[in-house]
């Protein structure tokens, strides 16, 4: 109960501050195309029950139909106004009214894509036993996934050979260790990152040690060494084809 009545104070008061620049960023996203500004996202929710997540467009109108979920830098589909909203996580703001509407938390393993979660393996499906999040310990460990995709001919591949294996274990890390006390580290961390991101992978790799998380993990969540292909939770060999 404490969780849900932080989660609506902090998600209201978030979006009154955010407001100032959120409203202009919707007018130019608007004027660019005039089209809808807003995103409906198709996510998987919390025992795999389909939810509608709104976020800021930040892609050319239709982009979902190209059959492409991961998003590198330099995807055509990103408009000019959207290279700025994602630069600055604008696009995660709208999902505050997730958070209002019960369907998203603050702090919980990132929502998936329905193709995406028909993927996983047994162990990954504990993902959905929680609640979503907008940010936990692979939000920011990884939010430069758009950067580790950037040169990439397959960026759905190389997702779920370089990337989903680590966020998957990342996110059942803080499933198994979630708490009130947690969250509000990660929300702080969150914001550390938008000034200096290395700061707070450091501060996430002392927390990661200090839980007891092994030794790949924290060196993996430190992201000093290149990302090689590692196969996700529960499976035994490296994902060689999106389907």
């Known amino acids: 109960m404490l969780k849900r009545i932080f989660e609506i104070g902090f998600a209201l008061f978030a979006l009154l501050v955010a407001s100032p620049v959120l409203i202009p960023v919707l007018i130019l996203v608007w004027l660019q195309d005039f089209h809808s500004p807003f995103y409906i996202a198709p996510r998987v929710g919390k025992g ?9 467009r930040s892609m ?7 059959g492409v979920d991961s998003t590198s830098s330099s995807d055509r589909r990103i ?34 894509v329905p193709r995406e979660v028909d993927l996983y393996t ?17 939000s920011i460990v990884f939010a430069d996934e758009g950067e580790i995709l950037r040169e990439s001919k397959d960026p759905d591949l190389d997702y779920h050979q370089l990337i989903r294996p680590w966020k998957s274990r990342l996110g059942l890390f803080y499933i198994d260790r979630s708490g009130f006390f947690l969250d509000l580290q990660l929300i702080a961390f969150t914001v550390v990152a938008i000034f200096s991101r290395q700061r707070a992978l450091e501060k996430v790799q002392k927390l990661l040690v200090k839980l007891g998380a092994d030794q790949e993990l924290c060196q993996v969540a430190a992201r000093r060494a290149q990302l090689i292909p590692h196969a996700p939770p529960g499976a035994t060999h490296i994902v060689m084809t999106r389907t």
Request: hydrophobic share 45%; net charge positive; with cysteine.
């Open 48 to 56: 795999c029950c389909p939810f509608q997540m709104l976020k800021i």
């Open 60 to 66: 050319v109108v239709n982009a979902d139909k190209s």
């Open 79 to 112: 408009t000019p106004v959207g290279k700025f909203i994602r630069a600055y996580k604008l696009d995660e703001v709208a999902q505050l009214w997730s958070v209002l509407l019960g369907y998203m938390s603050l702090v919980g393993p990132r929502p998936n």
């Open 122 to 138: 047994e162990v990954e499906k504990r993902l959905l036993s929680v609640n979503p999040g907008i940010t936990d310990f692979a």
